[in-house]
């Protein structure tokens, strides 16, 4: 079976078009189109340190495979605490920041060993740093914008 396309009278515009002309508004851009086709996952406090922790294991696991590589360990230890701190429930922000240390320490203890943890804490001690502040960040800016979100809303 065969489809043709029917040409198009003139002057007509397509669905999309004639529907954003009616909605008046632009176009989205294409990032934010991409960010919201991605899961909106609601991570309680104790599912955000389950993920966190369970993804350093795996992080310091594979990290094994290259040696140590430490700069690998870090930018994975970024990740997961971008991912901690914006898949936390809004209630639960402060988990996120708080879970992403923690998780950093478990994924070393679980290749270097007791002994070593510490020299290992010392020696990414930037990494660790960089990733707490930016799961802090993230909680900062969730927490402004849901009390701003609140302000707007309610009635004057």
């Not at 003139?10 to 934010?32: M, N, Q, V």
């Not at 901690?84 to 209630?91: I, L, S, Y």
């Not at 923690?102 to 010392?122: C, D, R, S, Y």
Request: proline content about 9%; charged content about 15%; hydrophobic content about 55%.
């Amino acid at each position: 079976m065969v489809h043709r396309r029917v040409p198009r009278p003139a002057g007509a515009t397509p669905s999309s078009a004639r529907s954003r002309a009616r909605a008046g508004g632009p176009r989205r851009a294409p990032l934010l189109v991409a960010l919201g086709r991605l899961p909106r996952p609601r991570l309680t406090g104790l599912g955000c340190g389950v993920l966190a922790a369970g993804s350093m294991v795996l992080a310091a696991w594979f990290c094994e495979l290259f040696g140590g590589a430490p700069t690998l360990y870090g930018v994975l230890f970024l990740l997961a605490a971008v991912a901690a701190a914006g898949w936390v429930r809004p209630a639960e922000l402060i988990c996120g920041p708080i879970a992403a240390p923690i998780a950093f320490a478990l994924g070393l203890l679980a290749t270097t060993g007791p002994m070593n943890t510490l020299t290992e804490l010392a020696l990414r001690a930037p990494w660790l740093f960089a990733g707490t502040v930016v799961a802090v960040w993230i909680a900062l800016v969730r927490k402004g914008l849901q009390l701003l979100r609140r302000r707007l809303r309610r009635p004057r």
